[in-house]
């Protein structure tokens, strides 16, 4: 009795130690009768069930039967898979159906002549059909896969896909069960074998996607073959590959080019945009946002652009945030110290959050040891999607104020991190966001005391109208090339930005004085003959020289030709 009342404890612990999901399924292994299925058309004697399968007959011309199941067992499903065995007893028309609303509404599924025939019935006419090459064999089980949502219909034969619904096609209509479809046309019988139907629930959040799958993973990300010694999607994709999912969750199937949205993709299609990657392979986030816009514009459904904010808080202030944006089917990405993955529920049973993590096995918040550090909110949305993004070097100090004087309050500094082995990026930039500008004049003034050609090479403005719209601002290329850095103080670049439409910009360079520059060039003087001594190149006695006459001549720059004759005398 005592070991039973442990076993008890044992299996309830088992049961409370993860959460337990209800998915809406549909199932019948047909061992008993047709009770769970409701007939459409035709006649229900065509449906036999006999030894554990279903048997469909027809024995006469231009007939046809279909059957669904019946509402209190379909537990009204609206996006799905379906996986059964399929078996043809002849060469005649063999059909099934998905998507099905009424018997002129759905979506027929058609094997004919060696081919199969995809078409998309509405009222009763066929709007849209594709057809692809495929022989029917009789007498061999088939294992079919479908797919049914909002995204897109598939269709696995034996594991291999035979096709998928692509731009061209309206977007599937919301809901409709799967059917089973017996029909003749002139000839006098058709006969087919149905077996283990399985329907289950499906919504596009349940999309995972891995940055070292075998179909992209040893792909180079971004342009990292230039500054990584191991450029690989699998070593550097978990922001990507969030982002594609966080993309398919929100409803959007297909890329602009027509392409089909995952990690490889999207990888590719961020690495041809000016704002796709920032700073040496950071995603640009504010890019997905504006990709979200695109697809909304060509979308026939209506789907939402994506809002985006950045948020940066203690453990709590995280955690209730993330908890508040996941309401609605909605999926937001959070960061640990240098990872990206998707967060696409909230467990108030047990207080934790499902993830999906591109790169480890985690199904549950709670299994990450790291904590989650910062969150990359999108919120659909179809108004404003205003934002400037400054990307400066961390040594250059910098203030926006707008045309008052005073300083822009609203924004936000970050630094941005993804570490992978020994190697790491985004450490040398800071990411200054400011989200929904007013249109108005703002002074970004930078401190250019210490730039070299390198180093405001890296600095660049992103900026973004309120329909995602956005203009590129290359700072080295405002400056003349052959402008002496060592004379600039600061930079003072004047942005008119304009909320509905292209802002516009002008720079101006503010030279140091004369004694700032000499101050300037002691320095520099300083910094080399420290290394050209360190690395032999000069003797101590001639390092010794130059430093007492560099210190001197701070205090007393009318003097500075004295090393200039210094250093002209010993060909320096």
């Given amino acids: 009795m005592k070991n039973y009342f442990f076993f008890l404890i044992f299996i309830c612990y088992l049961f409370a130690a993860k959460p337990v999901f209800a998915q809406k399924t549909f199932s019948d292994d047909f061992y008993t009768n047709l009770n769970k299925w409701i007939l459409v058309n035709g006649a229900m004697n065509y449906w036999q069930v006999s030894g554990g399968a279903l048997y469909a007959t027809v024995l006469q011309s231009y007939s046809l039967s279909t059957i669904v199941p019946k509402d209190e067992f379909w537990q009204g499903m609206s996006e799905y898979t379906v996986d059964f065995i399929f078996k043809s007893f002849d060469g005649t028309d063999k ?6 609303r009424d018997f002129s509404n759905f979506y027929d599924f058609h094997f004919y002549s060696n081919q199969l025939i995809v078409e998309d019935i509405r009222m009763g006419f066929s709007l849209h059909s594709m057809t692809v090459p495929f022989i029917l064999e009789i007498n061999k089980n088939y294992s079919i896969h479908l797919l049914y949502s909002k995204e897109k219909i598939e269709l696995f034969i034996d594991g291999v896909k035979i096709f998928v619904t692509d731009y061209l096609w309206s977007p599937p209509i919301y809901g409709g069960k799967f059917g089973l ?19 289950k629930e499906f919504k596009p959040r349940d999309t995972l996607f891995k940055q070292n799958d075998p179909l992209w993973g040893m792909k180079t990300y971004d342009h990292a073959n230039l500054w990584s010694s191991n450029p690989s999607m699998s070593n550097w994709a978990c922001a990507v590959s969030s982002a594609a999912m966080l993309m398919r969750a929100y409803g959007y199937q297909f890329l602009p080019t027509g392409e089909e949205i995952n990690p490889d993709s999207l990888n590719l299609w961020l690495s041809n945009q000016n704002d796709g990657y920032i700073a040496n392979g950071l995603l640009n986030w504010l890019a997905i946002s504006r990709l979200s816009k695109i697809l909304s514009d060509n979308s026939a459904n209506l789907l939402p652009k994506l809002e985006f904010s950045y948020f940066k808080g203690s453990k709590a202030e995280n955690l209730t945030l993330l908890r508040e944006n996941l309401i609605d089917d909605r999926v937001q990405i959070a960061a640990t110290t240098a990872h990206f993955f998707l967060v696409d529920d909230y467990l108030e049973t047990s207080n934790d959050f499902s993830i999906k993590d591109p790169l480890y096995e985690y199904k549950f918040l709670s299994e990450r040891t790291e904590e989650v550090d910062s969150l990359r909110i999108f919120k659909p949305s179809f108004t404003d999607l205003s934002y400037l993004l400054f990307v400066l070097p961390q040594e250059i100090d910098f203030s926006l104020t707008d045309d008052k004087g005073k300083k822009i309050e609203q924004l936000q500094t970050i630094t941005e991190e993804i570490f992978s082995d020994s190697e790491k990026i985004g450490e040398d930039y800071e990411l200054t966001y400011y989200p929904k500008p007013s249109s108005s004049i703002l002074n970004l003034l930078l401190d250019a005391s210490n730039f070299n050609k390198e180093l405001i090479s890296k600095a660049k403005i992103y900026i973004y109208d309120q329909n995602g719209q ?4 290359n700072l080295v290329d405002l400056i003349d090339a052959n402008k002496d850095l060592n004379k600039i103080d600061q930079l003072l670049l004047k942005i008119n930005y304009l909320k509905e439409t292209e802002s516009t910009f002008n720079l101006e360079i503010i030279e140091k004085t004369i004694d700032e520059q000499k101050q300037t060039a002691l320095n520099d003087l300083a910094a080399k003959s420290k290394q050209d001594f360190e690395e032999g190149k000069i003797s101590f006695y001639l390092f ?12 007393r720059l009318d003097y500075f030709f004295l090393l200039e004759k210094f250093l002209s005398y010993h060909q320096l």
């Fill in 95 to 100: 059909n099934f159906v998905v998507g099905m």
């Fill in 544 to 555: 010794y020289q130059l430093n007492l006459l560099t210190d001197s001549l701070r205090e």
């Fill in 470 to 473: 956005f203009q590129l601002i």
């Fill in 181 to 199: 479809k017996i029909a003749t046309g002139p000839v006098q019988q058709s006969s087919a074998y149905f077996d283990q139907v399985e329907v």
